[in-house]
């Protein structure tokens, strides 16, 4: 295991490689516990670096058998070697063949990094420095090769054998052995690698490109699941349509192929041609998967294929340039889901998503640019940051150049860099090259930490018939990053006549603003707008075309005015969450004070009339119904947060709004509810959605009637969806009721560990007291595992990152029952075990008693001797050591 001793790693330090690999042969022989890997590297000196250097390798745990150049054994002065560093002081200063022979021990691999089994199948994850756990290598994204790759394994425990490229031999062996050779005629960094061996069977498919190439498609499942593959497979389909379509990009191979497995440390990983997938996001049925399953589906095997052009044809140079890769691929991924389904509803679905995660970071002692300039372990900077905050500053590149302005830059960033490792700058250049525009205070964006806040004053003048918006930003101090420059923020608005309609933005110098797009750039400035004949109503920030936080004091009659009337259906939306928070907020405040809370009739009004709107989609009504998360109004309160009092005004508002709205809620639940057979389509599982949000907000009040439509809809569904909302809803509710569902529901789907991970969840979730001693019976639970990433997120990562009230108890003994957990997973998986440790990333802005406990319990973990690299960094970074 990497431990803590490493050294900070800086951007500012950056070299080319001394040494390039020009290709690599592998040869592979699977065993469980030692594989024997035969590397013959053809390196070559780089004619970018200076004067002649070492051979100097990384390893990772790697044990050494043999050591060759050009076929000469190497004696023992000439090379050192330790199970992490291989170094040639004095090598050829030309081309040579290094044969390196290393083994290592699969089934002893609990990181599940390098080459692992997960149940009987051989599978590697390299991503971001893995490779090193296979064989020495220059394992950094900068050395691009061309791979070969010949695995053998026994043929009954291992038929199926996979790497990267197309297969170009394969045969029997003797000893019931049998091999495959792979090629991969892309030259690649080696955390693209992949290989897999096993028992697998495979769903197969094809693809003709737009120029009429034929690509076979092939999902590789364990025997008997291929039934649940369908959707996957289409999305796929889709997914390599629209990237056609879209940006112009065809499929490279003549294959592709994924493989599912059920031990994953992450979603999913995007290797040259073999992308490996967590089975969580791949096997779907009706029975089995929910609405929300289906949609991330879509998105992870869209996100992992469209890598092929951004992140795999174009690489990153250095690992500080993630988000590069992933940054534009969530935007890519985000936009194939817009057009698959509804834009708005996407949008806001994804606005929550980077306000709970990404706001949350950038508000605490993990916050970090987009790009950082240092980092101790890569593995933990795969964060919202990296990945939603940098989808979000492509969005703006396409807001500021519009549509085809971005394709322009998208079009010869492709061209100048394919086939290389590059940096944010160069992708940068290709948009200000392609538009002719100077983005070099854009660049900030890439560098500079924390949300900015935009706040607007705006004075009308009937006389001059003009609107003056008083705007000024401020991007707030975070760790290591004291004061900072103003940004370039792209602020989309609309000025709302008393008809509802748009008026028009012309300023005062007679420029039409164009798309509505303000171009702040400065600390303050001031816009005026003439042949404005009344007093508007601003809408601001127009689908969130910035990620900022706006402060305008707008009043509650111009927000149930946006609510209702806006064109922006994104800035409607954003109007009842802006009542609501501030409702909520006062009652947090009322609660803690002893105060009376206070009633808003005007956020009711708004939903009232969102209810009764038939123009809206009913996914879009489902979203407005929904009020902020705990965590949501923790994070705006800031300081001083009584998880408890926040609980408790979050169910005052539920109740009002089930009481005063309790006909129009019913009557919609009835008129959502369908007999048609389930379809996993986005128009279907909006009006789920919606049924669903009714039926929870009916039974918030406890009435009886209510709880007994949830038991029914429970009992009755056809479909995952429905049943999993039902008893979501009834486990809010401490009544015999909900004890019987969820031992029901685990007896309907006890073989199934995916919809387990549903059952372990739901109750981690659970916001009473006894939902610690719940999550800890149930870690002795049969279906439970300590070393299966996807159970222990599903029960022990629900309860830290998703339940705020419980995990935050008053007492302590959430805190110290994940700092516990944490500890122990440290010694076998530290990748997963980090993640975990990060769900104390907002403990400073908890209340006193609490943020006491908190502390305590990293202190504790802090104190651990020998812990991994990953947890080390989170935990000293979290105390702001
Ligand atoms: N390249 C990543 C997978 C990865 C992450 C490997 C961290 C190693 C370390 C992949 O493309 C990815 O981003 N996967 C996401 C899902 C995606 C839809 C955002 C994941 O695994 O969560
Ligand atoms: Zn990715």
Redesign the pocket.
Known sequence: MRTEDARPVRLKDYRPPDWLVETVELDVSLDPVATRVRAKLKLTPNPRAGAPAPVVLDGDELNLLALAIDGEPLTAERYTVTPDNLTIPQPPQRPFLLHIETVVDPSANTQLIGIYRSGNTYCT?C??EGFRRITYFPDRPDVMAVYTTRIEADKTEAPVLLANGNLTASGDLADGRHFAVWHDPYPKPSYLFALVGGNLSSVDDRFVTLSGREVALRIYVEPGKEGRCAYAMDSLKRAMRWDEEVFGREYDLDLFMIVTVADF??????NKGLNIF?DKYVLAGTETATDADFAHIE??IA??YF?NWT?NRITCRDWFQLCL??GL??FR?QEFSSDQRSRPVKRIADVRLLRAQQFTEDAGPLAHPVRPAVYNEI?NF?TATV?EKGAEVVRMLNVLLGRQGFRRGMDLYFARHDGRAATVEDFIQCFADANERDLTQFMHWYSQAGTPEVTVTAAYDAKARALRLDVAQAVPPTPGQASKEPMVIPFVIGLIGRDGHDLPLVRDDGAEVERGVLVLTKPAERFTFSGIGQPPVLSLNRAFSAPVKVVANQSSADLRFLAARDSDPFNRWQAVQTLATSLLIDNVAALRGKRELRHDEGLIAALAAILADPALEPAFIGQALTMPGEADIARDIGHDVDPDAIFVARCELREAISERLHPALHDTYRRMSSREPYRPDAASAGRRALKNVCLDLLAATAESSAIALALHQYETADNMTDRMAALATLSLHERPERAEAIEDFYRRFETDPLVVDKWFSLQAMIPEPGTLARVRSLTAHPAFSFTNPNRLRALIGAFAHANQSQFNRADGAGHAFVADTVLALDQKNPQVAARLLSAFKSWRMLEATRRAHAEAALKRVAAREGLSRDVNDIVSRSLGA
């Open positions: 994850q991503e971001a440390n992450m979603g999913a990983m995007e967590n998105a992870i996100h992992e890598h992140g890769k992933e691929t969530v991924d593995n795969y990945y």
